[in-house]
Every structure is written in structure tokens, then in C-alpha cells.
């Protein structure tokens, strides 16, 4: 039977192995942890829901996991917000504070600080398997970022089944640099190491540096922290006594992969799954590792390849199909959006994951793209292009704009903006990333004459892209 505590109690049980998390520069023991997160947990008992301003601080673990103790879901905000998606995420959750980190606007809301020094020992009762931990916001390709609900009983699934594939134990020293409000740094990173019992180191910025000093034995990043790591070979070779290295998010080149190995002796585990369904596919610590491949199904999910008219698409290696996912680990859906929640299924309840794939015969799958134009992944961000477009359009110097990802070494792909208008680039990135989160903002605009338009007056991204 599945255990679904999210309380840090694996933390707790090994109080004999020392510190539970270093972060900013502050270290909290096992009963700092506990104590500190139990007393927070006391304050927000009994609340709706509230919202967590993300930064990689003591604050921010105590935040999140006070409300796993106590049952509260929580909304982690991006330490980078902006103010247009700050209204949206507060208004859309109906969050009735702040806890943790304060906001320089708290718009309203009362503010709940944290206690780094406040210790209880009350025993809270599980909450429902089934209740919600966290709502994550995440961009689609129009409007504005939906508020995925995720319940207890997901996430401690596939934290199970991670730690299966990757052989991960309260042993381990899990070190990443990651944000705290997403998916791959929050509930793999952190609530991963809550659930394992493992320490969690989190490094702030992830440069190679702070990677190299930081000592674990499984490493997360996303393929530009990898690709970095493998272009300052001092640091990589400092990796090479861990005993894993994980990549996900978005794709990892082959030719990082290769520089991995050359460096560090370490062939990366690589994973792949999104914010709806958490991890679903991914290589074994035990198992072969083969370049430009995501693996296997964890355990207990099931995926499938679909063509456009649904039909099924053979496990061959070489047809490419629509990605589709049935697992435990699903989302409840996006919070008020009854449509969007229902766009996402089929009938049969397999998850339209939007990424085309292809399966082989040995059920291992690589990930060959999005499906849309308009869903981009920079550093492995998500982020939807009509979410910048919008705010674009609402910049009196623009009369039309068309945001693409283009492809990038460093970053997989970077955001540009092509703007018919008046508007003065530099003014334009910094209104976007005034209005969202910064790391939305385009690394470039372009202002040009007019935007490739079919007869219908559709715009031609994949003109723009050539
Ligand atoms: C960036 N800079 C700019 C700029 N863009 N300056 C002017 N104009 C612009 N348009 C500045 C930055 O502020 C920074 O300055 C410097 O340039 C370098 O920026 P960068 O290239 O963005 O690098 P960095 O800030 O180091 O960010 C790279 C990164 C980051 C990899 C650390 O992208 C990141 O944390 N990505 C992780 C995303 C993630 O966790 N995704 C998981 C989603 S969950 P300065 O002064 O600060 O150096 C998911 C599920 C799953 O996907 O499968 O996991
Ligand atoms: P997010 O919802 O931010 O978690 O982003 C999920 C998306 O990231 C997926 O739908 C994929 O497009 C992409 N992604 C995640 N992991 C990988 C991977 N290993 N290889 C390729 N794409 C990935």
C-alpha cells in the first residue's frame, strides 16, 4: 500500500545522520527541520490555501513544509514574478496570505513570516491521500499560466517510483541549484528528499562551481546547467565521485551527454514528464543510459503513441507519434479552467502530454519535440508565447508581435519577439519582465515591417523560425 505522507518523517527518523537541508547559506538539522516546519504548520492550520514567494531560502523550506505537515496547499509564486502574473496567480488561487519569504507588493494580502527559531513537536494528523498539496502555475500556448492541481497521493507516487529507478536512499546527498517553483527543483528536489530522507543541498545560482563544491551524490539540472557543467572541465571532473547525475526538463544534446561521460565517468540518468503528470518516463540507475534517450516507463505508468487522427502508432523507433500518459501521478486538474482541464484528456483518461515521441521496440522513448510553436522551453522554462505576446500587445509602441523559440546552444531554445511598431527593444524585454516573471522576458526583439501571414491572416511562425 502506497504511503502517502508527505510529512517529513523520514527526515525525522534519521536524526542520527545530521543536517536535513542546507540552503542560503543557512544549515537546519533534522530536528531544526521538523521543529521549525511543526511550528509553522500550527499558524497555518485550517487555511484555504496560500501562497509561497519561491526563493531558495530557509524560509521557503520551513513555508512548504509547514503546509505538507498541516494539510494546507500551497501556491509556490516564482521568486522572479512579475507584477500582471503575480495579480493573475493571487486572484486565480483565492490565496489568503503570503507565508514565508515577504513580496516587495504583497498586494493585500497579509503576510505570514516564518520563524526560523519557533519549535513545536505536535504530531498533525496525514491529511487525505487524495487532498491537494500544491497548485503550480504553468504556461500554456494562449493566455495566461493555469494553476495545475496536484494532489498528496502524485506526488508520493512518483517520488516512490523515482527513487526506485534511481536507487535514491536516505544515504544520499541530493545537491541542485534549481527554482523552488517548479516541478523538477520543488517536489523532485525538495519534497524528494523530505519523502527519501536523503540531505538536500540547494546551491542558489547552479554554476558549475557551486556544483563541484557542494559535495553530493546525486546531482539535479536541467541540460543548460549540464552544458555548462561540461564546458568548465575543473568542475565537471569534480563530479565524478557522485553516484548519479540527473537530467530533465528539457532535452539533453547528445554531445553533452558525451562530454558528461568524458569528464565525470558518469553516464546521466535522463527523465522526462511535465507539471500535469509529474515524472513519468526515465532511465535506470541500474539500467543502460543511451544518449538522446528519456528510458522507460516508471513503474506503474503506462504511455502510448497516438497519429493525429488517433490511431495507434507503432513502438517501431522510428514513427513518430503523439505522446500520451496514464499514471497514478496525474494532476487534478487546472484550477477553474474546466475546459482547459477537459482539452487535456482523452476520453479514456490518457493525459495529452503535447510532446511528440517515438517509442522502440525495447519500450525506450526519446522525445523528438513539442507539438505547438507557441510552447517554448528556455533553460527549461515553460513558457507560452501568447503569454509574452499579450503583454506585448498591451506596450503602446507595438501594433503586432509574434514570439518564437528559436534554437540556442546554451539555453536550448531562446525567446524572441518579432514587433511591428514604434517600441524601442530593450524598453520592450524590460516591460515584459516587469509585467511576468523575469527569466520570460525575450533575449531579443525584432522589429520588423510587417509579420508572414497566411490568406486566413494567421501568422507563419515557422517562417520566422527558419
Ligand atoms: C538574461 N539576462 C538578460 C536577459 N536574459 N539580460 C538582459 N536581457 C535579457 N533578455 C541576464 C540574466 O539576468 C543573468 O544575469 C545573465 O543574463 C545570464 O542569464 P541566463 O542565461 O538566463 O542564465 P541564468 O540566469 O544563469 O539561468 C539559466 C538557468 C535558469 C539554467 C540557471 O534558466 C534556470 O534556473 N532554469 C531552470 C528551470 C527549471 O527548473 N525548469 C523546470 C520546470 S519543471 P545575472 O546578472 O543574474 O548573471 C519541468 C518538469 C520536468 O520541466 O521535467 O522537470
Ligand atoms: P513543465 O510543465 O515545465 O514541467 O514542462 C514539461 C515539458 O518539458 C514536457 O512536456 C517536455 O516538452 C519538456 N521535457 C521535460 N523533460 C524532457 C526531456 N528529458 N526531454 C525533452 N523534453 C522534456
New binding site residues.
Given amino acids: 500500500m502506497l504511503l502517502t505522507s508527505l510529512n517529513p518523517a523520514a527526515v525525522a527518523a534519521r536524526a542520527d545522520i545530521g543536517d536535513a537541508v542546507r540552503i542560503g547559506g543557512t544549515t537546519l538539522s533534522r530536528s531544526d527541520l521538523v521543529g521549525a516546519a511543526t511550528s509553522v504548520a500550527e499558524r497555518v492550520a485550517g487555511a484555504g490555501r496560500v501562497a509561497v514567494l519561491a526563493t531558495p531560502t530557509p524560509a521557503t523550506v520551513l513555508a512548504i513544509t509547514g503546509c505538507l505537515i498541516a494539510g494546507v496547499p500551497f501556491v509556490p509564486v516564482p521568486a522572479d514574478v512579475g507584477v500582471a502574473e503575480q495579480a493573475h496567480i493571487l486572484t486565480d488561487s483565492a490565496a489568503q496570505a503570503w507565508l514565508g519569504e515577504a513580496p516587495a507588493d504583497p498586494a493585500g494580502l497579509p503576510h505570514v513570516p516564518v520563524r526560523l527559531h519557533a519549535r513545536s513537536w505536535h504530531r498533525h494528523p496525514e491529511p487525505a491521500p487524495q487532498s491537494t498539496a500544491m497548485v503550480i502555475y504553468t504556461s500554456g500556448t494562449t493566455g495566461p499560466p493555469k494553476g495545475a492541481v496536484i494532489s498528496r497521493a502524485a506526488v508520493a507516487a512518483d517520488l516512490d517510483a523515482l527513487a526506485q529507478a534511481w536507487q535514491w536512499t536516505a544515504e544520499d546527498t541530493l545537491v541542485h ?3 523552488l517553483f ?4 520543488l517536489v ?1 528536489g525538495l519534497l524528494g528528499s523530505l519523502r527519501v530522507g536523503s540531505r538536500f543541498i540547494h546551491t542558489g ?3 558549475p562551481e557551486a556544483y563541484a563544491a557542494a559535495g553530493g551524490t546525486l546531482y539535479f ?2 541540460p ?2 549540464w552544458s ?1 557543467i561540461a564546458a568548465d572541465s575543473s568542475s565537471a571532473r569534480a563530479l565524478a565521485p557522485a553516484r548519479l547525475l540527473v537530467s ?3 532535452a539533453l544534446p547528445v554531445p553533452v551527454f558525451d562530454a558528461m561521460v568524458n569528464l565525470t565517468g558518469h553516464a546521466p540518468v535522463e ?5 500535469e503528470t ?2 513519468t518516463v526515465s532511465t535506470r540507475a541500474g539500467g543502460e543510459r543511451r544518449p538522446g534517450s528519456v528510458g522507460l516507463p516508471l513503474p506503474g505508468m503506462q504511455t502510448r503513441l497516438v497519429a493525429e487522427d488517433g490511431a495507434p502508432v507503432a513502438h517501431d523507433g522510428e514513427t513518430i507519434g503523439s505522446l500520451q500518459v496514464l499514471t497514478p501521478t496525474v494532476f487534478d486538474g487546472y484550477l477553474n479552467r474546466p475546459d482547459a482541464t477537459a482539452a487535456a484528456f482523452e476520453a479514456d483518461r490518457w493525459y495529452r502530454t503535447g510532446d511528440a515521441a517515438v517509442i522502440g521496440p525495447d519500450g525506450m522513448h526519446r522525445i523528438v519535440g513539442r507539438e505547438s510553436v507557441d510552447m517554448i ?6 513558457v507560452g508565447a501568447g503569454e509574452i505576446e499579450t503583454v506585448l500587445l498591451g506596450h503602446p509602441g507595438v501594433a503586432e508581435v509574434a514570439v518564437v523559440g528559436l534554437p540556442d546552444r ?2 536550448g531554445q531562446r ?1 524572441v519577439a518579432f514587433v511591428v511598431g514604434e517600441a524601442v527593444p ?1 524598453e520592450l ?1 524590460d516591460y515584459v ?1 516587469q509585467q511576468l516573471s ?2 520570460k ?4 526583439v525584432r522589429v520588423v515591417e510587417s509579420l508572414p501571414r497566411n490568406a486566413m491572416g494567421k501568422v507563419l511562425k515557422k517562417e520566422l523560425m527558419l
Fill in positions: 541549484g534549481l527554482p517548479h516541478v523538477h527543483g523532485l545560482k547552479p554554476t539540472g536541467v543548460t546547467v555548462r530533465g526538463s528539457a527523465r522526462y514528464g511535465c507539471t509529474l515524472i522551453k528556455s533553460g527549461g522554462y515553460r546554451d539555453l525567446i530593450d524585454i519582465a523575469v527569466h522576458r525575450p533575449r531579443e
